[in-house]
């Protein structure tokens, strides 16, 4: 029986072999397909990214070779009247304008959206977080321009109530929003850090005596310090980048002030401003755009490195 059953076991075999080869065949085909899928995905980020930069540098060298234009003056000076005559670029009062309105945001979105994620993540039960995280995630879905007639409208109006003489349009306002719509982004990252720590370090802290409050503030925050801090940086990178929320609530003065109460104008702000197609193209007005821009990308750029640094100095591997 069993001399019989070998050759048909290996006809079987020879039958089936031109479809395993098929199979084979079409599996690679799809593999190699996939893998050209995605690697002209991720060259063609990097061409977009690449071709930005050069544009911007290529604009930009013709505002910096016009006579009017002094570098030092443009990184040190205090008056930005660039439509104004005679002109003035001292780029000071737009980058301190969007300094302080994402400071005042982080203030708000930092403490809020680690508290919301050390929740998430270690005290509420399995259904409450899976309602509240994708409740949470549509603040990021809100349109920013809402965001900003909410600033103006809403939170402006308690804020003059609360400070007397406070102007409508004020920095306070805008960065105060500005943090409330950058909450999802640090409180879904940090969640999702902070819930990839091994559940191990937390039964060794249980195991030592400490409870669920000390675990979570001196073993998971610590563990997932990294993916907490890479967090923060996309949270001041969506910050520094707003446009409309401070260009609606925050003013369209250009000012240099640390005062969170004043109106100012951001980069962001100016750029929406100038680009609105009054302004001749080719003119030095019109470069100034583009300069601006290249500044707003040097200060993005300086706080994605800072990130990478700091994810690669805290980096923990489970």
Do not use: C
Not at 7 to 34: C, G, H, I, M, Y
Not at 169 to 184: D, F, H, T
Not at 232 to 245: D, K
């Amino acid at each position: 029986m069993s001399t019989e059953a070998t050759p048909r076991k290996f006809a079987r075999l020879r039958q089936r072999k031109p479809a395993n080869s098929w199979d084979r065949a079409l599996r690679e085909v799809r593999e190699q397909t996939a893998f050209v899928v995605l690697a002209a995905a991720a060259v063609s980020s990097v061409l977009i990214t690449a071709i930005i930069v050069l544009v911007l540098l290529y604009e930009s060298s013709s505002f910096f070779s016009a006579k009017e234009i002094n570098l030092w003056q443009f990184l040190t000076g205090t008056q930005w009247a660039p439509l104004f005559n005679p002109p003035r670029y001292g780029i000071l009062p737009l980058v301190s304008a969007t300094i302080m309105t994402t400071v005042i945001a982080l203030s708000v979105a930092m403490p809020i959206g680690t508290v919301v994620a050390l929740y998430l993540s270690e005290f509420a039960p399995f259904a409450l977080r899976e309602s509240i995280k994708p409740t949470l995630e549509l603040l990021s879905a809100v349109p920013t321009v809402v965001y900003g007639y909410f600033a103006l409208t809403f939170v402006s109006p308690i804020l003059q109530w609360l400070i007397p003489g406070l102007p409508r349009a004020n920095m306070l306002s805008a960065g105060i929003v500005m943090g409330i719509m950058i909450i999802p982004y640090i409180s879904s990252l940090s969640e999702d850090a902070m819930r990839a720590v091994p559940m191990l370090l937390r039964e060794g802290s249980y195991a030592l005596g400490a409870n669920k409050l000390l675990t979570a503030w001196r073993v998971v925050v610590p563990s997932a310090l990294s993916g907490i801090g890479a967090a923060y940086i996309l949270g001041i990178s969506r910050a520094i980048g707003e446009t409309m929320i401070v260009a609606v609530a925050a003013g369209m003065q250009p000012r240099f002030t640390f005062n969170p109460a004043a109106q100012a104008q951001t980069i962001t702000a100016f750029i929406v401003a100038t680009s609105q197609g009054e302004t001749p193209h080719g003119t030095v007005g019109y470069q100034s755009i583009f300069a601006a821009g290249l500044v707003l990308f040097a200060m993005t750029l300086a706080f994605n490195v800072l990130g990478y640094w700091l994810r690669r100095r805290y980096h923990q591997a489970y």
